[in-house]
């Protein structure tokens, strides 16, 4: 049997934040989330989160809530208090319980697999991951005697000389739940944060032994916003590794970003700052960026972004957009167009080889293929009551500084004069015009 359990109710006082720690993201996903995937895949019987610093902020931010069980740690006095308020839910368990700290996020399953084996070989009491640290501030020491762990000091309760010490405990222990349970309440929290450790077990327990990793970037912890931008860092450069290994050019990695989620294919040029973000999916040959951020977006080959924002929309193949566009959730734009400057589109359906190039809002649209909008177009689509919608047909010829209000239908292959407002539907062929006729005086300067 194994049971997981994640320790996820301290406030994070290091983060100076008013959200609990463990609901800070690293490349949009919650730090807790993260660990409950991760745990996911180790297949438990059981997961318990035990949360306490704002309980109901936590709680809602939980994924998948059906498959994992809250423990509510009321006060918060440490880590061991953490799972003496847990080791209620464990009278009858005989098995693993893997602990893991809610802030360490990047901790592998392939990682956890090896401590629970190393631990069943050992048939350890307690068995918990460990690497050397360069720089070791701020974690747990731990002090080995043979081929056992003696005990765990705390950084703040290290004196200078255990200080220099450089093995580290990572915050992940599997423990032999019956033997945990028996000295679990005789923890005391004689020490300088006046606190019940969890790592005070160790000196409690008979036989701890330590699974050493080389690769301490996976252990990373996170106490501080500096330790939040490593694991940014760390993922980050994980995730363009791989895009690059499969084809696709960062023109400047390092000011760009890339969600784990996302997809993007061969010979895809992502210029600077740019950022990708959610689910989205990026076909070949298409360049992106610079100044670009896409969320929920997918494009299609052979497309150019440059400059731009985009949101939960879907660009088809041959499309130029921006600089300077804003496309907004819910659009659609269709292969061959090109959405120019200053132009922003708001669950619109552009079709094929439409240009909509300057300075134009398009909102709750559909617009026909070859369509030309001119500059500067705007549907008017809010009465100030509801959104009405605004059709424009095939081969249409917009004219500049048109406002067209809807909800209005255009037919195909109608022209409107720049400049117009348009408040009735237009009948396929024709030409709408609606602004004050032009008056021109001769010799107005000698008249007057
Ligand atoms: C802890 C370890 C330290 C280790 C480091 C690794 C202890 C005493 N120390 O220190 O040896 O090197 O992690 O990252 O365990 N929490 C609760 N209830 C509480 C207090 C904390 O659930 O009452 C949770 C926190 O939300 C956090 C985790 O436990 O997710 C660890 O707490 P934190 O205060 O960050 O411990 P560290 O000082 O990092
Ligand atoms: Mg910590």
Request: glycine share 6%.
């Amino acid at each position: 049997m194994l049971a997981i359990a994640i320790l996820a109710a301290g406030k994070g006082t290091r983060m100076v934040s008013n959200l609990p720690k463990v609901l800070h993201r690293i490349s949009g996903e919650t730090l807790l989330n993260r660990i409950i995937n991760t745990s996911k895949k180790l297949n438990p019987d059981k997961i318990f989160v035990v949360i306490g610093h704002k309980p109901d902020l936590v709680k809602k931010s939980l994924l998948n809530k059906e498959n994992v069980e809250i423990v509510l740690q009321e006060p918060q006095l440490g880590t061991g208090h953490a799972v003496q308020v847990l080791s209620k839910k464990f009278n009858n368990f005989k098995g693993n319980l893997l602990i893991l700290n809610g802030d360490v996020p990047l901790i592998r399953a392939e990682s956890l697999e090896e401590l629970l084996k190393v631990h069943s070989s050992r048939d350890a009491d307690v068995s918990l991951i460990t690497t050397e640290k360069e720089n070791p501030f701020g974690y747990g020491r731990v002090f080995k005697k043979d081929n056992f762990i003696e005990k765990i000091i705390e950084e703040k309760d290290c004196s200078l000389n255990e200080k220099n010490n450089k093995l580290i405990n990572a915050g992940i222990y599997c423990f032999n739940c019956e033997r945990l349970i028996k000295i679990i309440n005789n923890l005391e929290s004689n020490n300088n944060q006046k606190e019940f450790y969890l790592t005070d077990t160790i000196s409690l327990l008979e036989k701890a032994i330590s699974y050493e990793i080389i690769d301490e970037e996976e252990i990373q912890g996170i106490n501080n916003r500096i330790d939040l931008a490593k694991c940014e860092e760390i993922i980050q450069r994980k995730i363009k590794t791989r895009h690059m290994l499969n084809g696709v050019t960062f023109v400047n990695p390092e000011s760009s970003s890339v969600s784990e989620e996302s997809e993007i294919g061969i010979d895809v040029i992502i210029e600077a700052n740019t950022h990708i973000r959610g689910f989205s999916k990026i076909s070949d040959n298409c360049i992106i960026g610079p100044n670009t951020f896409l969320e929920n977006t997918s494009i299609k080959k052979n497309t150019k972004v440059v400059n731009t924002t985009i949101f939960n929309s879907e660009i088809m193949d041959n499309v130029n957009i921006g600089p300077y566009s804003h496309i907004r959730p819910g659009s659609t734009i269709s292969s061959n167009s090109k959405v120019g400057n200053f132009v922003e589109i708001k669950n619109s359906h552009i079709s094929q080889s439409v240009k909509v190039n300057h300075l134009s809002y398009i909102g709750d649209t559909n617009i026909g293929k070859f369509t030309n909008v001119g500059a500067g177009t705007i549907t008017a689509n809010y009465d100030g009551f509801k959104k009405n919608i605004t059709n424009i047909g095939e081969y249409c010829s917009v004219g500049s500084n048109s406002v067209l209000i809807a909800p209005i239908t255009l037919g195909n292959a109608v022209t409107i004069g720049a400049g117009s407002v348009i408040n009735k539907d237009v009948k396929s062929d024709s030409l709408a015009i609606s602004r004050v006729k032009q008056l021109n005086i001769d010799n107005w300067k000698k008249a007057n």
